[in-house]
């Protein structure tokens, strides 16, 4: 489904509308779709919950406007979606991007967040981090999907899974020759966006009780930032997940939901 939200077409879909466990929002990395979210979103709906996705502005299936971007766009872009769909208050999960998206909003929203789940995300980035996603844009920027999939690809999955998974690398790389050139010129401008996150000082604000996730390979945005984000948000919990490098959700899907679910649960006990 296509809604316009701030003046862009912004691409969603709902799992099980009427579901009776509260609303969930599913926030993307930021080279994904929310197809990347399938294992886990039917999960989630068939526990009960109702289930948002959408990309964001400038990702695969949304309009990708001129930049820049901003982390208040998102955010702002977020509430649209959920005021036109009359959702008053969510359970915000995201992964890498969609985690510090879910950071940002609840700085903004704190009233419409009931829990959020960061998943392999930062609150600010340090010069290593930011020399990598200075690459990427520099290999985004040569307009070939595919090569520039190649590339990235050994920063953002484990040790474990590449070795076991080659096959599946390698049809992720083939999908990506099937990209029009607006997909990277919309990665370009959300990598831009990326590198101006920086929260850590405002972390302390956040009051929603809060899952911390990070895979224990996670070679672009290691678990010492997680261990910052769990330390400053007062109701935090980190768990950290052996062998899973930076994408969890494709690398280790069912550990990752039993994790959420149990979290989710635990929200749901009196005291």
């Known amino acids: 489904m296509i809604t316009k939200v701030n003046g862009v077409e912004i691409a969603y879909n709902i799992l099980n509308p009427d579901g009776s466990e509260g609303w969930i929002i599913l926030l993307n990395g930021v080279m994904a779709s929310y197809s990347s979210w399938n294992h886990l979103s039917n999960i989630l709906s068939k526990k009960g ?5 959408h990309d964001l502005r400038g990702q695969l299936l949304s309009e990708k406007p001129a ?7 998102h955010v702002e872009d ?3 979606l959920m005021d036109e769909l009359k959702i008053d208050k969510a359970h915000l999960i995201g992964t890498s991007y969609g985690g510090e998206l879910a950071m940002c909003f609840v700085l903004d929203y704190p009233l419409l967040a009931e829990t959020i789940t960061v998943i392999d995300s930062v609150s600010h980035i340090e010069p290593l981090l930011g020399s990598a996603v200075d690459a990427w844009i520099a290999s985004a920027q040569q307009g070939d999907p595919a090569a520039f999939f190649r590339i990235i690809a050994p920063t953002i999955y484990g040790e ?12 992720r790389a083939r999908n990506m020759e099937t990209l029009t050139p ?4 919309g990665q370009i401008e959300l990598y831009k966006t990326f590198k101006t996150l920086n929260i850590t000082n405002r972390l302390n604000e956040i009051k929603a009780p809060t899952l911390v996730v990070c895979g224990s390979e996670d070679r672009l ?14 109701k935090s919990h980190y768990i ?32």
């Not at 919950?49 to 996705?53: D, E, G, H, K, Q």
């Not at 607006?182 to 010129?185: A, G, I, K, Q």
């Not at 945005?221 to 007062?234: D, L, Q, R, W």
Request: glycine share 10%; proline share 8%.
């Open 49 to 53: 919950y109702r289930v948002l996705l």
């Open 67 to 73: 930049g820049p971007y901003s982390w208040k766009d």
């Open 78 to 80: 977020l509430k649209g």
């Open 160 to 171: 474990s899974f590449i070795k076991q998974n080659s096959e599946f690398l390698a049809e």
């Open 182 to 185: 607006d997909y990277l010129e």
């Open 221 to 234: 945005k290691p678990p010492n930032y997680s261990g910052i984000i769990a330390e400053e948000i007062s």
């Open 240 to 271: 950290l997940i052996p062998g899973s490098g930076h994408v969890a959700i494709f690398e280790k899907p069912e550990e990752l939901a039993i994790i959420i679910l149990g979290f989710l649960a635990r929200q749901q006990q009196p005291g």
